[in-house]
């Protein structure tokens, strides 16, 4: 452990949900500073793939490239060559330096989103600062650090609503919550060393999870959402080269490259890793979403009702997947399974499908009795016109005209002979 420590890279995508109205999403904003990102890993089924595709009319979203001048313009001086900002967060007295690098923004159609901030450290203690597992509050402090190596203290939280408000976009969950309260941490590390047993892989993920250094001795049993998953053993070399740790709120990765390539792991971690995260991250989100909207919506309003309930339709038929269909690799299928599984994501798609239910059932017993409200006034016109019909009749026949009674009578039989023949008929 001593010895990968001190030659293991540290990157990270801190993946914020947010939401977006209807209306709101600026779309031609998000074009400007965004590049359309097309998936191409071969993890995917192209069918999945083909779920990100804009072009495709049954996609769910899409995937942008944010350059790192985009994200940091209104923060600091910024030109569009930029590709890196070195940022400090300080807590208890010890100051940590990060880096953010072009990230992505994954728009979702059912009004979800997600920032994926693309980070990368030489210190597991940088990442823990920033997300303070298991705290509601923080007392992290941040700045950016100019050419001249100058601290300059800002607002996260301010930087964070600033930019996705030029976008239409804003913190999934309302109040005053931070926006890294709920983000989920993407973590890899870079090693050269292969891995010879699986449990070396287990205990270095499992640090990373931690977000603590690997060298800190650490045992906790109480965590019940822990999931792993490793790569295939090689034969020749009798070795393992990467492992993976799945949790409700953190997937880490530890990846062995004797060439020790950070910037093309991290690519490949893009590509490949983070759309399966996103992916389950989106279902479960979106529950979250029609959650909000259901409770927002005027129970008296069927057109919206059902309008929601179409959307939900779609969604569960062509934007849900189940793990078999994902990937042709076990060990992809099986992350993905594993992250549905700890986010308990089928079982809130069905509580949102009853949720539904009831409120369609709800509607329809309010039409029902508005109906037979209209029915019931149009039934008492119905008897006062035949009143009325009867009493003009009485007084025409009360004339005494024998043309008048003979026209009444053939008319009645008529009706009658007809009347019966259609009896007849329906009973054969």
Not at 103 to 115: D, E
Not at 221 to 238: A, F, T
Not at 303 to 308: E, I, N, Q, T, Y
Request: with cysteine; proline share 2%.
């Amino acid at each position: 452990m001593m010895e990968q420590k001190n030659q293991t890279r540290y990157g990270s995508f801190l993946v914020i949900p947010l939401k977006y109205d209807k209306d709101s999403l600026e779309r031609t904003r998000l074009e400007q500073i965004g590049d359309y990102r097309p998936l191409h890993t071969m993890d995917l089924n192209e069918n999945i793939k083909a779920m990100f595709d804009r072009r495709n009319e049954a996609a769910i979203g899409a995937c942008y490239t944010v350059g790192c001048s985009h994200l940091v313009a209104g923060l600091c001086d910024a030109s569009e060559s930029m590709r890196s900002q070195t940022f400090q967060v300080s807590e208890g007295g010890n100051a940590y330096d990060f880096e953010l690098t072009d990230s992505y923004l994954y728009i979702f159609h059912t009004q979800v989103a997600f920032l994926c901030l693309s980070l990368s450290f030489l210190q597991m203690e940088a990442l823990m600062a920033i997300c303070n597992p298991g705290y509601a509050y923080s007392n992290a402090k941040f700045s950016w650090i100019d050419k001249a190596g100058m601290e300059h203290p800002f607002s996260m939280e301010s930087w964070l609503s600033d930019f996705c408000a030029s976008l239409g976009l804003r913190k999934f969950f309302d109040g005053d919550s931070s926006f890294l309260l709920d983000a989920y941490a993407y973590i890899f590390a870079l090693v050269p060393k292969r891995f010879d047993t699986l449990d070396e892989m287990q205990r270095i993920t499992f640090h990373l999870h931690k977000m603590m250094p690997l060298d800190t001795p650490i045992e906790d049993m109480s965590e019940e959402d822990i999931r792993y998953v490793y790569g295939v053993k090689n034969q020749s070399l009798h070795t393992y080269r990467w492992g993976c740790c799945v949790a409700s709120q953190t997937i880490s990765y530890v990846v062995a490259d004797e060439a020790m390539d950070f910037e093309a792991e991290k690519e490949a971690q893009a590509n490949d890793g983070l759309p399966v995260v996103l992916l389950s991250l989106y279902e479960k989100y979106t529950c979250l979403r029609f959650t909000e909207l259901i409770t927002r919506l005027d129970k008296g309003e069927s057109r919206s009702l059902k309008a929601l309930k179409n959307v939900m339709l779609q969604f569960q038929a062509f934007g849900t997947v189940t793990p078999a269909n994902l990937s042709r690799w076990h060990n992809v299928k099986q992350i993905y399974a594993y992250l549905l599984e700890v986010n308990d994501i089928s079982v809130a798609i069905q509580d949102i499908s009853n949720k539904l239910n009831i409120l369609t059932e709800h509607q329809m017993e309010i039409e029902r009795t508005r109906s037979e409200t209209v029915i019931n006034i149009i039934t008492v016109f119905g008897i006062i016109s035949i009143l009325a019909s009867v009493l003009s009749i009485v007084q025409i026949l009360s004339g005494g005209d024998v043309l008048i009674w003979i026209s009444t009578v053939l008319t009645t039989a008529a009706l009658t002979l007809i009347m019966a023949v259609a009896v007849r008929n329906r009973r054969k």
